[in-house]
Every structure is written in structure tokens, then in C-alpha cells.
């Protein structure tokens, strides 16, 4: 039986880490998941290229220009999805930006996610104004549609939040996604609020790099979303770079176990 | 034209990260007080009029005229205004708006660089910091430009990821806004991006068919049967057919860019070739491949290089009362050239399509109608590139 969102926070913070799919190729992908799995990882979001992905820092965009021009495709995505359903039942999520959604079509798009033991979906650019769009269509096929809260979301936490299903995606600080030296943002009265609205878990991402930012974030909420540093590796280590991701991970992950 | 959620039918919306949503709203509660306020409305007009240099001219082509031997033409002149191009009408409302809001810095995209250059214009008059994105393949092709906004006391960033031209640097804008909103207005050139961006643009360029229509009738007693504007993201066309739209027997036609031709992979043309998306804060129509990947289009005109187009002309265009038409590279150098020499104006490389296709149209006319051109920019900026086009090497 396929792990569902509830399951990823269950024991502990957890640790959710982000992989664009297709980099370098969609093979790689595939083995480094397994990776992470093992390494500890509770989550998997995988990063559905595009061709202009506006909430990217230079990390992912480059992943993302290396995936397509490595062929990488929507219908690519969900056969490697496929092919990994056969080697584990762990939890799995899509993160991409609305246009590649939208022009597959919602209906085939979430009915493939459905079949392949897709929980949920992030996408940067549908907000709560908006979401409307794909929530029924999502819902239909038990994809959950995650909704993001931003340091400046202020009034509309409380909104965004008692809507909220599978987690919530807290955004650290403002910008683009990538690595951060220092993060800023007053966290600990947004998680605040969040709780006050909702039950729902709340994870914190963009900028998370070293362990010990993320044992400091995953005290104050309920874990960390980890995607740059990861595409970094790969950036730098290429097919190789599978024995790297996997002790960084495990590093993260130690690094909040105990909390 | 558009709802309260900054709709035109089907297209328009809100599509943008979170972080952005709260100056949405608040960028959408000052404009609507603003827009309605009448101090901002007399700074405003006495900007336009004595700054700007409003109203621009609606001339009468009469060699055109003659020698095409069918519409009357008359040419709406944005390229007499300040700066050189319809550009300015929108910085004017925008970063006036921007410095009402408490915003102490503006940014921005620009394509051939007009937007830049109006933007940095008006920011450096009214003591706001500038800073302009422009992707480094556009800053090759109008380094004059780029020197321009330096000297305006702008900022360049040269962009240099993705496709390096127009689309990039829009998202290099978005990514800048996303990183420092507090004390910036990202001041949007065109009709398009998130509402209220889409409305407010257009409610600035509006001005030219509302001095359009006055003028027309006190010269001719009468309103035109077809009004002609070149279409990137579509902010002259808006602003060109707006106060047209409620007059049913005046026919709007955007020109989009064909590039080497709607056949080929190297075009602009969004009505022609696009299709329904989500992109860059709107739904709308866009170059995009069979997975919802943005196309790389293709111009010689910087200022149409975009795979998108503002929301409002997709609708009009789904209503059928507006229609677009491509127009090539060549047909639209040709006619660069053909008003340079029967009417004495270098015009903008992206205005030259829709004279390129005025020159279609007029001949099936009959001598008692009247078509206007807007004529969105001066050609200065282009002169090199047109001259390296027809193999003469010259550097700007």
C-alpha cells in the first residue's frame, strides 16, 4: 500500500527532499529517490521541469534546462514514477509550475498522478486566489493540492492555512528558491498563527542548507523542505553523484531526528 | 472591460507565487483609489501634456494616401512623445503611482529597450531608484539603449539565463520582485503579467484612442472604418483600440510578429500559432511546445520577441472583435523603408508592422473611408539593424 501524506509526518520532523526530474537524466532520478529513501528522507517532491521557472534560483533553473534538453517529459515523468512504484511504496509529490499542468490537462494530468501513488502537488504559481483551477479535479483522483505561505502572507495565513490539506509549505524568506548563509524571517509567530487555524502540518523550505539551520527550522515546525543543495550535488557530481546525496541526507536527517 | 478578479472572459488572473500576493492586492486598492483621485489625475495629465509632450499628433499621410490609392491613412503619432515611443504614457501613471504608494525604487523589463528607457526617464524625474533587466542578447542588439538608461542613472542587468531576450527578463523581474517588494513597484510594460497589471497599463495607454477619436472626428467628422497597432505583448494595441472597442462598425486588427514566417519555428505570432496557457501571472495565449514548454519565438523586433500576449486581446480575439494578423520580418523591413521615404518618418521596427500591413489593406479600400496606424515608436533605435539586415555593416 502506497504512503500517503498523513504517513510523512508520523514518526518525528521529517525530511522532504526536492529532485528535479531528468537531471541529467530520468534514470539517475530514479536511482538517486531510492537513494534518498534509504537515507532517510520521508518525503520525495519531484520537480516537474520548465522551461521558465520564475520562483527559481540559478540551481534549479540550470536543473531544469539540463533536464529538458535531456528529453525530459510530463509523459516521462509519470513512466519513471511507474517504474519506481515497483521498488517502493514511500510517499511522493510533484512540485511544477502550472503551465505544464495545465496544457496536459487537468483530468489526464491528475488521473495519471492517481495511478502512480502521487500525493499531492505544489505549484509556485497557483495561489489561494487561484487555486480553484484544479482543486476538485485533484481531489477526484486524491492528489492533494499543498498550499505555500510566504513571509509577507501575513493576514492571509490564517486563510490559506484552515483551507490547507496534506502539509503546508511555509517559504523561509523572500526570493527565490536556493541556499541561504542566514535566514531572517520570524518563523516562529507564522507557525504560530498557523497553528492556531489549522492541524495541518507545516514544513519549511527554501534556503535550508546545513544541518544545523535545519535542526534550528525543524524545531519550530513540523519539518524541512530541502531542495538546492541536493540539485547541487548533482549539478556538481552528475550521474555519480548518488553515495553524495545519500550522506547529505542522512546528515539532514540526523541532524532533526531527536527534536 | 475586465471583473473584479482581473478577468477578460476566460483570461487574465492572479497566477504568481504567494509572496507577491499582498502587493497584488495592495498595488490593486491604490490604483483603484488613485485612478479616481484628482490630484494624481492633474499631476498626471500635466505630466503627459507637459512632459510628455501630449497630445501626440494624429497626422494625415496623404503621399501614403495617394499612392496606395484606397483608405485615407492617418498616423497616430507615439513617436513625437518624450523618450520616443508610446512607452512613456504607462511609466508616467505607474511610477507616478509608485512614489504615492511610499515606493522609493522601481524595476523593470525591457525588450528593445524603450520600456527601459521610459521607465529610467520618468524615475530619474521623479527621484526614484531604477534598476532595468534586459536579456543580454537585446542589450547586444540595442546597446545604444542600454547606454541611454545608464545615463538616465538606471541600473542594467543584463540577463543571461534562458533565451536571454524579452520573456527572460520578465522572469528575472518577477524573481527580483520576489527578493526586495517592501520599497519596489515592479513597473510592468505591457498589457499583460498578473492583474491588475493587465487593466491599470491599459488605463494608461489608453489615452491614445481617446485623443484618437476626438481628433478623428474633428478632422473628418466621423469615426474610422479600421484602426491598426502591432502587437507584442499589446500595450500600443490596447491602448489604440480602446476606446474603439464600443464602436462596433471600427475594425481593430493587431499585428503580430510572423518573423521568417508563421511556417517556420522562427516567429512571435501568439494569435496565429499559440495556444491557452498560464504564464507569466496570466491566462492567456502563448508559443508553448505539446508539453506546456514556453517556445523560444523569434523577431527582428526586439520590442515583439515575446511567446505571450496581454489577456485583454486574447479575449478580444475570442470574441471576434479584434483580429490579429502576421506580418514578416521583410514585409515589415520593407515597409520600415517605404515610410522613411514616401512620408519622411523613421518609424519603430515594431510599428513598421503594422504599416506593413496597412499597406495590405488600404488598396481594398474605398477612398471615402479611413484607417489609423499607430505609429507606437520612432525608428532611431533600428536604423543599424535594418541597415545589417539589407547587408550594409554598420555599428551603433
Not at chain 1, 492541524?199 to 524541512?224: E, M, R, Y
Not at chain 2, 500595450?235 to 510578429?257: P, Q
Request: proline share 4%; charged share 25%; net charge negative.
Amino acid at each position: 500500500m502506497i504512503k500517503n501524506l498523513k504517513n510523512v509526518f508520523d514518526h518525528g520532523k521529517a525530511f522532504i527532499a526536492f529532485i528535479t526530474a531528468g537531471d541529467p537524466d530520468l534514470e539517475s532520478t530514479k536511482e538517486f529517490i531510492l537513494t534518498m529513501e534509504k537515507a532517510g528522507a520521508d518525503l520525495i517532491e519531484i520537480g516537474i521541469p520548465f522551461s521558465d521557472p520564475i520562483a527559481e534560483g540559478p540551481v534549479i533553473q540550470e536543473a531544469d534546462i539540463r533536464a529538458l534538453s535531456s528529453g525530459t517529459t510530463t509523459d516521462r515523468i509519470f513512466d519513471m514514477v511507474l517504474e519506481l512504484r515497483e521498488k517502493t511504496d514511500m510517499p511522493l509529490v510533484f512540485m511544477g509550475y502550472l503551465n505544464p499542468v495545465f496544457h496536459y490537462g487537468y483530468e489526464k494530468f491528475f488521473a495519471r498522478c492517481g495511478k502512480a501513488g502521487i500525493s499531492g502537488i505544489i505549484i509556485p504559481d497557483l495561489p489561494y486566489e487561484e487555486k480553484g483551477e484544479c482543486l476538485g479535479i485533484a481531489r477526484s483522483h486524491g492528489v492533494e493540492v499543498i498550499s505555500m505561505i510566504a513571509p509577507t502572507s501575513e493576514e492571509r495565513i490564517r486563510t490559506i492555512a484552515s483551507e490547507a490539506e496534506g502539509f503546508l509549505y511555509v517559504v523561509s524568506s523572500l526570493g527565490v528558491t536556493g541556499v541561504r548563509s542566514e535566514i531572517k524571517t520570524d518563523l516562529a509567530s507564522i507557525l504560530e498563527t498557523i497553528r492556531k487555524a489549522t492541524d495541518v502540518p507545516a514544513a519549511v523550505g527554501f534556503g535550508i542548507n546545513t544541518p544545523d539551520q535545519a535542526k534550528k527550522i525543524a524545531a519550530l515546525s513540523d519539518g524541512v523542505i530541502v531542495g538546492s543543495a541536493i540539485v547541487r550535488i548533482i549539478a556538481e557530481r552528475g550521474r555519480e553523484a548518488g553515495p553524495y546525496i545519500a550522506e547529505y541526507v542522512a546528515s539532514m536527517k540526523d541532524a532533526i531526528k531527536d527534536l | 472591460m475586465s471583473n473584479e478578479n482581473g478577468r477578460f472572459g476566460e483570461f487574465g488572473g492572479q497566477y504568481i507565487p504567494e509572496t507577491l500576493m499582498n502587493e497584488l492586492i495592495s498595488l490593486e486598492k491604490n490604483y483603484n483609489y488613485y485612478k479616481n483621485d484628482p490630484e494624481f489625475l492633474s499631476e498626471l495629465d500635466s505630466l503627459m501634456k507637459g512632459y510628455a509632450g501630449r497630445p501626440s499628433l494624429l497626422y494625415y499621410a496623404e503621399k501614403m494616401t495617394r499612392d496606395l490609392g484606397g483608405a485615407k491613412i492617418y498616423l497616430k503619432r507615439e513617436d513625437l512623445n518624450h523618450t520616443g515611443a508610446h512607452k512613456i504614457n504607462n511609466c508616467l501613471g505607474q511610477v507616478l503611482l509608485a512614489k504615492k504608494m511610499g515606493k522609493t525604487r522601481v524595476i523593470a523589463e525591457t525588450g528593445a529597450g524603450q520600456h527601459g528607457v521610459a521607465t529610467a526617464t520618468v524615475a530619474a524625474l521623479l527621484g526614484l531608484e531604477c534598476e532595468i533587466f534586459m536579456g543580454e542578447v537585446d542589450c547586444e542588439r540595442q546597446r545604444l539603449n542600454v547606454y541611454r538608461m545608464e545615463l538616465l542613472g538606471a541600473r542594467v542587468h543584463p540577463v543571461t539565463t534562458g533565451t536571454r531576450v524579452l520573456k527572460d527578463a520578465v522572469n528575472e523581474c518577477m524573481r527580483e520582485w520576489v527578493s526586495r517588494v517592501d520599497d519596489t513597484l515592479y513597473v510592468l510594460g505591457s498589457v499583460m503579467g498578473p492583474h491588475p497589471f493587465p487593466t491599470m497599463v491599459r488605463d494608461f495607454q489608453s489615452v491614445i484612442s481617446r485623443e484618437a477619436r476626438v481628433q478623428i472626428l474633428e478632422r473628418e467628422g466621423k469615426l474610422p472604418d479600421a484602426v491598426l497597432a502591432c502587437v507584442g505583448g499589446g500595450s500600443n494595441a490596447m491602448g489604440m483600440f480602446y476606446n474603439f472597442i464600443g464602436d462596433e462598425k471600427v475594425k481593430l486588427i493587431g499585428c503580430e510578429a510572423a518573423g521568417k514566417g508563421i511556417d517556420t519555428k522562427e516567429h512571435a505570432a501568439t494569435i496565429s500559432r499559440g495556444s491557452l496557457g498560464v504564464f507569466h501571472g496570466m491566462k492567456s495565449l502563448f508559443c508553448q511546445n505539446e508539453y506546456g514548454q514556453i517556445d523560444e519565438v523569434y523577431s527582428i523586433s526586439a520590442g515583439l520577441d515575446y511567446p505571450g500576449i496581454g489577456p485583454e486581446h486574447a479575449y478580444l480575439h475570442s470574441i471576434g472583435r479584434a483580429s490579429y494578423v502576421p506580418v514578416t520580418d521583410e514585409e515589415a523591413v520593407e515597409a520600415f523603408e517605404y515610410l522613411a521615404r514616401t512620408e519622411g518618418i523613421i518609424c519603430a521596427i515594431e510599428s513598421a508592422h503594422a504599416v506593413a500591413h496597412a499597406m495590405k489593406l488600404a488598396p481594398s479600400m474605398s477612398p471615402d473611408q479611413i484607417m489609423i496606424i499607430c505609429l507606437s515608436g520612432r525608428g532611431d533605435k533600428d536604423v543599424a539593424a535594418i541597415a545589417r539586415y539589407r547587408g550594409v555593416d554598420i555599428h551603433d
